[in-house]
T-cell receptor, first 116, second 117 residues
Framework: DTEVTQTPKHLVMGMTNKKSLKCEQH?????MYWYKQKAKKPPELMFV???????INESVPSRFSPECPNSSLLNLHLHALQPEDSALYLC???????????????FGQGTRLTVV | AQKVTQAQTEISVVEKEDVTLDCVYE???????LFWYKQPPSGELVFLIR??????QNEISGRYSWNFQKSTSSFNFTITASQVVDSAVYFC??????????????FGRGTSLIVHP
């Protein structure tokens, strides 16, 4: 099973709403990532969790709040978003550990978010 | 400074033509990893290949081949006899060691490949 599953696939939310994006993997990977991708742009890293601990936060606004409840799950809680936050949000996981051989990052299909 | 440069924004070819997607990277590390991903219109990023900095062997997988040259810091991707299903955005990515020992992929801007029937 080399799958990263993201739900929902599409989400439309108002600027006052609170919603969550979910990501799940069962490959035993201990690094999980959130990326944001605007149209015709490359994915941009938002957060990295390593062994369920937040290891990298790329200066993301606090209206985005990540959570890693266990090694298989990664959530992204959304609150008071702006229309410019509309984008494709991609989750990924990989097996890389400090000092160990890296493997590729496996990506989910993404959640296409529209903020109205 | 951009670490991964994909100079070709868009390439348009006719089916059965060969096409090469260029990727030039920049790093000071001796250990690093290079990747190619495909992103079809559905949005998912599909892993195609990984190369580490110590392995300069070229690779062929079916109609796909990759040419890794450290001397020119390039990792080019060739599709032979292109097909309409190859139409997608292709991203080259570089992973360097971050503080804490993790390797995080950084993506180039992507090349949009359009294959016409």
């Amino acid at each position: 099973d080399t799958e990263v599953t993201q739900t929902p696939k599409h989400l439309v939310m108002g600027m006052t709403n609170k919603k969550s994006l979910k990501c799940e993997q069962h490959m035993g990977h201990r690094a999980m990532y959130w990326y944001k991708q605007k149209a015709k742009k490359p994915p941009e890293l938002m957060f990295v969790y390593s062994y369920e601990k937040l290891s990298i936060n790329e200066s993301v606004p606090s209206r985005f709040s990540p959570e890693c409840p266990n090694s298989s799950l990664l959530n992204l809680h959304l609150h008071a978003l702006q229309p410019e936050d509309s984008a494709l949000y991609l989750c990924a996981s990989s097996q890389d550990h400090p000092g160990m051989r890296i493997t590729e990052a496996f990506f989910g299909q993404g959640t296409r978010l529209t903020v109205v | 400074a951009q670490k991964v440069t994909q100079a070709q924004t868009e390439i348009s070819v006719v089916e059965k033509e060969d096409v090469t997607l260029d990727c030039v990277y920049e790093t000071r590390d001796t250990t690093y990893y290079l990747f190619w991903y495909k992103q079809p219109p559905s949005g998912e990023l599909v892993f195609l290949i990984r190369r580490n900095s110590f392995d300069e062997q070229n690779e062929i997988s079916g109609r796909y081949s990759w040419n890794f040259q450290k001397s020119t810091s390039s990792f080019n991707f060739t599709i032979t006899a292109s097909q309409v299903v190859d139409s997608a955005v292709y991203f080259c990515a570089l992973s360097e060691e971050q503080s804490g020992g993790s390797y995080i992929p950084t993506f180039g801007r992507g090349t949009s490949l359009i294959v016409h029937p």
